[in-house]
């Protein structure tokens, strides 16, 4: 009796080997639910205004991406190739649009300016509760308002303008301080250290920490990706943790010369 995971193997040989369209939707089929919980996950971040089915629609432009240059001699997992690039593609259309709707700025400028007025009458910054009381408003109004106001702060680093010193068009991102640049001789070191910890690790190993630190996945959706189960996932973590902690120890004893 032939599973659903080998009827899925043989429709991606298929359809690699002949382009078929109809092939291509019944794998968008099968995968959309990926698109929207990565969906669902972003949007959870995100004022309420934003719709959830622009964002699915964005995933679904990524997650064809995906499949049309998924190369199935690598040995990886659809679902672990594709995640990044229906994140990607959604992220980008955020950032081409103005998403963040008229009403939103106009609760954030209230905001702004309660915080202002406290300030000015207390000569400290307000607490979340005065701002509560100045505004009126309950405290989950509140949190919501405050999720709102940070949406607003975001800007499009696409954004053009000129300079009026040198008349040259400039984008937000040829100006913008980058505050998250290291050290070349920290990141050397860093880039070390990760080596040594990869290069320690088996390929299912190097997997999850991929997945658990970097994607940002749960112990029991790694497990659905590997095909492992939640318990065996944690398991392997664990080993591999304390493997990284006698590595670290070793490489900080001192060293004597004989």
Same mark, same amino acid.
């Given at each position: 009796?032939?599973?659903? +995971? ?14 078929? *369209? ?9 995968? /959309?639910? /990926?698109?929207?919980?990565?969906? $669902? ?13 622009? /964002?699915? @629609? ?12 998924? &190369? ?48 000015? +009458?207390?000569?400290?910054? *307000?607490? &979340?509760? +005065? ?9 989950? &109004?509140? $949190? ?8 607003? @702060? ?27 640049? #290291? ?11 990760? $080596? ?12 999850? #920490? ?18 492992? @189960? +939640? ?28």
């Amino acid at each position: 009796m032939i599973n659903k +995971e080998q009827t899925l193997q043989t429709l991606w040989v298929t359809y690699k080997k002949t382009g078929d *369209p109809l092939l291509r939707n019944r794998l968008m089929e099968n995968y /959309l639910t /990926l698109v929207k919980y990565t969906a $669902d996950r972003i949007s959870a971040k995100l004022p309420s205004e934003v719709d959830v089915d622009d /964002l699915i @629609s964005a995933g679904i432009f990524g997650l064809v991406d995906a499949i049309e240059a998924f &190369d199935l001699a690598r040995g990886v997992k659809f679902e672990t190739y594709c995640s990044p690039r229906v994140r990607g593609a959604i992220l980008d259309e955020l950032r081409t649009m103005d998403w963040v709707p008229r009403l939103v700025r106009s609760r954030a400028h209230k905001l702004e300016d309660a915080t202002k007025v406290l300030r000015a +009458e207390l000569g400290r910054l *307000p607490t &979340d509760e +005065e701002i509560v009381g100045k505004l009126a408003i309950s405290r989950p &109004d509140f $949190d919501k308002l405050m999720k709102d106001a940070t949406a607003v @702060s975001l800007i499009s680093l696409s954004r053009q303008f000129v300079d009026n010193d040198s008349n040259r068009e400039l984008q937000e991102i040829d100006i913008l301080e980058d505050r998250r640049s #290291v050290d070349p001789t920290e990141e050397i070191y860093q880039n070390d250290m990760r $080596d040594m910890v990869m290069n320690g690790l088996t390929r299912v190993e190097r997997l999850i #920490v991929v997945l658990y630190y970097y994607e940002e996945m749960t112990m029991k959706e790694i497990g659905a990706t590997l095909n492992l @189960s +939640e318990s065996r996932v944690s398991q392997m973590h664990s080993s591999i943790l304390n493997r990284l902690r006698h590595q670290m120890a070793r490489k900080n004893e001192p060293q004597f010369d004989a």
